[in-house]
């Protein structure tokens, strides 16, 4: 194969990969090649806001837990001040881990090395045999690394890595419009119930993030026994349907599926002793209608939060509850991601209600629920297809044409309230194509520092 001069295959690969996506084709190899997961690593999870964990998981000083940007470890911490700090879990002496637990609370952390002591604000206060060895160390100059960025919004952690990163909410851009709505629906707003869940699936990272933005189509047939058993609506998680799915995409680089029952008020299902609290508040006209006839909300804010607003049953027969689900997408190579799963109610719900939307959720989509279960069945073989020889031999694209042009006999709305290019049906792959669409343009490095991707 003869190469660009000057360009590497990996770039040539990404190359390939954007005149694929105008026409709805992707190359298996996203999913799986080496080098350019490499080259991710560094173009995606160096730049962009990441998504870490929710602020009620250290609610007291000093309470730490131990996630990812990207592969690179780090202690997400609320030090003796209350402020909350990303550190990289690595002694500045040799790189030794100082934290080997994954959650906890602590004052300092101790590299079991050499002895390097750091307080929970990354500084460095000690360092033994300093007067015989280190007598002109300076202290302040050899604290722990820490993110430039980090900010919490509505009790989400995000951190960036680049110095020169646009504001949180810059990123966030149009699509706090329907984030809020997920978040905000009370006053009080939402409440994280329990510890959150973790486990590793075959599948790259993306795979999940994808599927989040709006992969209607799959309900249907990987979730068929789910929906057999009822503990699912069809009108909530069933085959595509003209007039009550919406797929929302090119909101300043995320997207949303929305299913809903235009003229009624379900609500995500919350029964009416949750629903007397939901009220406009911080939310306006538009966004609080588009609530009250809502069933169902998925999104994925790039590139590795995603959230479904669901009502589901845990048993056959018996009545849905709603309930709130955020989830990271932690990279652990091309072809492994680790997830990170947390369950929200609305804060006013009473206790009782609380503890039956946690068993729906670890019902559904904790590590053994049957929505999850259905999926991780699926999402590793695009991986390992895209990593076949076959596969390279072949020349071999995945078919994202869903939707895409003369695909779809019906144009996007002309009327919709939020911001975002809207569907007109839910029988598209408008959201997916717009995820990588964003992937691609911080793969190439267009997308640095500007919220909205398509400049």
Request: with cysteine; charged share 25%.
């Amino acid at each position: 194969m003869n190469h660009k001069f000057g360009a590497s295959p990996t770039d040539e690969l990404i190359d390939d990969i954007r005149r694929d996506l105008d026409i709805g084709l992707i190359a298996p190899a996203v999913f799986s090649d080496p080098d350019l997961y490499q080259a991710e690593l560094r173009r995606v999870f160096t730049r962009t806001w990441v998504f870490l964990g929710h602020e009620s998981e250290i609610p007291n000083r000093g309470d730490f837990v131990q996630r990812n940007i990207g592969e690179d470890p780090f202690i997400v911490i609320r030090d003796d001040k209350g402020e909350i700090r990303v550190l990289l879990n690595a002694c500045r002496h040799r790189g030794a881990h100082v934290c080997r637990v994954q959650a906890g609370n602590a004052r300092m952390f101790v590299c079991p090395y050499h002895g390097w002591t750091y307080a929970n604000s990354g500084k460095l206060s000690g360092v033994p045999v300093k007067n015989l060895g280190y007598a002109k160390l300076k202290l302040d100059e050899w604290g722990l690394y820490s993110a430039p960025n980090v900010t919490v919004y509505s009790g989400l952690i995000f951190a960036n890595l680049n110095k020169d990163a646009i504001s949180f909410e810059e990123y966030l851009g149009d699509f706090a419009w329907y984030l809020d709505i997920n978040l905000h629906l009370s006053e009080g707003g939402m409440e994280v119930l329990g510890e959150p869940h973790r486990w590793l699936v075959d599948a790259n990272w993306k795979q999940g993030a994808e599927n989040f933005c709006g992969d209607s189509a799959h309900t249907q047939m990987t979730h068929r026994s789910a929906l057999e058993i009822g503990v699912a609506d069809l009108s909530s998680a069933g085959a595509p349907k003209p007039d009550a799915g919406v797929h929302v995409h090119d909101i300043s680089g995320h997207a949303v599926s929305i299913r809903r029952r235009p003229g009624e008020k379900p609500f995500f299902s919350y029964p009416p002793e949750v629903k007397r609290h939901f009220r406009p508040g911080a939310l306006n006209e538009q966004q609080f209608a588009l609530a009250e006839e809502s069933l169902l909300h998925n999104g994925t804010l790039f590139p590795n939060f995603s959230f479904l607003h669901i009502g589901l049953s845990e048993e056959s027969g018996k009545e849905a509850a709603g309930f709130l689900t955020v989830r990271l997408w932690m990279p652990k190579g091309p072809r492994q991601t680790e997830i990170v799963s947390w369950i929200l109610a609305p804060k006013e719900a009473s206790e009782e209600y609380k503890r039956r939307a946690y068993r729906i959720g670890m019902s559904s989509f904790s590590p053994s629920g049957n929505f999850e279960q259905d999926d991780v069945s699926v999402w590793p073989g695009g991986a390992r297809t895209g990593g076949s020889i076959f596969a390279a031999m072949n020349h071999m694209r995945y078919n994202y044409q869903m939707g895409l042009g003369d695909m779809s006999p019906l144009p996007p709305k002309e009327i919709w309230d939020g911001p975002g290019i809207a569907d007109s049906s839910n029988a598209g792959e408008g959201g997916l194509r717009s995820f990588h669409k964003t992937w691609l343009k911080w793969m190439k490095g267009s997308g640095r520092n500007v919220a909205d991707p398509s400049n």
